[in-house]
T-cell receptor, first 116, second 113 residues
Framework: GAVVSQHPSRVICKSGTSVKIECRSLDFQATTMFWYRQFPKQSLMLMATSNEGSKATYEQGVEKDKFLINHASLTLSTLTVTSAHPEDSSFYIC????????????FGPGTRLTVL | DQQVKQNSPSLSVQEGRISILNCDYTNSMFDYFLWYKKYPAEGPTFLISISSIKDKNEDGRFTVFLNKSAKHLSLHIVPSQPGDSAVYFCAASANFGNEKLTFGTGTRLTIIP
């Protein structure tokens, strides 16, 4: 199956700093990627849809100026958490749709962000 | 508004027996449903899916059943194995293709040896 990687897997930062998370599709191209966050013992919540060559689409309640998304190429999307605060601490996961035409999204391993 | 619900946060099943995980949805526009398995600190792994034109899909030990009138789907795992212990999420989407997924809250399955 398709492989999606994320980097870093874990990051700890001070409050007020910015953190960049990379999501790559390793063996296929993805014009669309999705960013989710998961709080402990909760579901995965879609934050935004990353579109190659155009602006990301954000879900209701997600601040686009705080969570900057850049879909730089057909294999790379980045999520930057700007001016991070402790409440941004979460597990961030990206996904990319497969090429079968069905919604078999392939997920990255996730990034654990801890803001001190 | 939780459009996809998994009402059992946890389930314990004896090894070798059948595990049945349930999922309910409210949005009648959903027409494609998926089950994912997730280990701690890892991304979800796709297990099996079903489209609304079917009521059953089987893949090895995994079978998904869809009852459209009841807006209910279930995942059956038989026989259950210790490696099946994980959190299982059901997810739904509207329109086939590269559409965003709405996830349920997950069920933690523990297989007892």
């Amino acid at each position: 199956g398709a492989v999606v990687s994320q980097h870093p897997s874990r990051v700890i930062c001070k409050s007020g700093t910015s953190v960049k998370i990379e999501c790559r599709s390793l063996d296929f191209q993805a014009t669309t990627m999705f960013w989710y966050r998961q709080f402990p013992k909760q579901s995965l919540m879609l934050m935004a849809t990353s579109n190659e060559g155009s602006k990301a689409t954000y879900e209701q309640g997600v601040e686009k100026d705080k969570f900057l998304i850049n879909h730089a190429s057909l294999t790379l999307s980045t999520l930057t958490v700007t001016s991070a605060h402790p409440e941004d601490s979460s597990f961030y996961i990206c996904s990319a749709p497969g090429t079968s035409g069905w919604n078999e999204q392939f997920f990255g391993p996730g990034t654990r962000l801890t803001v001190l | 508004d939780q459009q996809v619900k998994q009402n059992s946060p946890s389930l314990s099943v004896q090894e070798g027996r059948i595990s049945i995980l349930n999922c309910d949805y409210t949005n009648s526009m959903f027409d494609y449903f998926l089950w994912y398995k997730k280990y701690p600190a890892e991304g979800p792994t796709f297990l099996i899916s079903i489209s609304s034109i079917k009521d059953k899909n089987e893949d090895g030990r995994f079978t998904v059943f869809l009852n459209k009138s009841a807006k209910h789907l279930s995942l059956h795992i038989v026989p259950s194995q210790p490696g099946d212990s994980a959190v299982y999420f059901c997810a739904a989407s509207a329109n086939f293709g590269n559409e965003k997924l709405t996830f349920g809250t997950g069920t933690r399955l523990t297989i007892i040896p």
